[in-house]
């Protein structure tokens, strides 16, 4: 008696795989976390210059993103590409 | 083989985010049309309207920040980085207009990352002749070479990966909200006009969406003034 076939264990072994691919999103919110605690304190020692510092911030973060958006686009591949 | 692999050219094939972005590019260009006539049939005496003079200071701002990059290249690369930076900016926020998010689409990022690779590379080719080009990616030491080349090619693709990821996340996030209440949106209670309207439309489509263009804009300006002021004659 068989309870599961290739394909279905192919599917369900890529939604897995997808689900561990996103466990990446820790490094992207650690780094943002540190790049936006870093600008506090920026702007803490200097507020004049806050404009600036907001939008280094914001660049920085979204480069810091890259990683994660990666590990996205790999989750998307496996879910929509693989289906029974 | 050969008919697997048909091209068609009919426009009504195409998927409808090109079809957006190619009615956003139009609705673009007649707009900037339409504001360059105003602009040009205007006297030095004459007092501009609101918009005009909203679009004069967005331009001068952007010279002025594009100006500290490039220096005497400023005028060359200008043009094409403030149509870019309004581009992204409209095409990023879109879906506010029923239209589809044009960067959702692969071919359309990566259409972006060509065209990243495609500026940098003859921007660099057409300032420094190939020579130094050569000389500028063998720099500091000729071993690096292939890593240069590398750089060359993963950084543009990274930007358009960026964007393409962050769209796409943007309106799967969308997609799953909606698809979570229904049809019953409009004419549900407040909380749910509440999430979408005050929380997943200005955060996913306008915040995130304005960023991101702004970053693209970054990178592209910050990446090309490095590949055309390498190596500068000092």
């Known amino acids: 008696m068989e309870l599961v076939t290739g394909a279905e264990f192919i599917r369900a072994m890529a939604l897995l795989g997808a689900g561990i691919a996103m466990v990446a999103g820790i490094g992207p919110g650690i780094g943002q976390g540190f790049a936006a605690g870093k600008a506090a304190e920026a702007v803490g020692r200097q507020p004049e210059a806050s404009g600036k510092i907001t939008i280094t911030m914001l660049v920085g973060q979204a480069m810091a993103e890259t990683t994660g958006l990666y590990a996205l686009i790999i989750a998307f591949i496996l879910i929509f590409t693989t289906t029974v | ?234």
């Not at chain 2, 426009?11 to 409808?16: D, G, K, Q, R």
């Not at chain 2, 707009?31 to 004459?46: K, P, T």
């Not at chain 2, 000729?142 to 796409?168: D, K, Q």
């Open chain 2, 1 to 234: 083989m050969g008919d697997i692999i048909h091209v068609t050219w009919r426009f009504t094939e195409l998927s409808a985010n090109v079809k957006h972005s190619v009615f956003i590019i139009l609705v673009l260009m007649v707009g900037a049309i339409l504001i360059g006539r105003r602009f040009d049939s205007m006297n030095a005496a004459d007092k501009p309207s609101k918009g005009l003079v909203l679009v004069i200071m967005l331009v001068s701002t952007l010279n002025n920040f594009i100006k500290e990059f490039y220096g005497r290249h400023w005028k060359t690369f200008a043009p094409l980085l403030l149509s870019i930076l309004v581009y992204l900016v409209f095409a990023n926020t879109a879906s506010l207009w029923g239209l589809a998010t044009p960067l959702s689409n692969i071919n359309v990022a990566l259409a972006f990352s060509l065209f990243a690779f495609l500026t940098i590379q003859f921007s660099a080719l057409w300032i420094h002749k190939p020579l130094q080009r050569i000389k500028n990616l063998s720099s500091p030491t000729p071993f690096l070479l292939p890593l240069n080349l590398v750089g060359e090619i993963s950084t543009p693709l990274a930007m358009g990966l960026r964007l393409f990821g962050n769209l796409l996340s943007g309106a799967v996030i969308g997609v799953l909200i909606y698809s979570l209440f229904g049809g019953s949106l409009i004419f549900g209670n407040l909380a749910n006009v509440f999430l979408t309207v005050v929380l997943l439309h200005p955060v996913f489509n306008i915040f995130f969406g304005a960023i991101q263009a702004f970053v693209y804009f970054m990178l592209l300006t910050i990446f090309l003034s490095m590949a055309i002021e390498d190596s500068e004659p000092a």
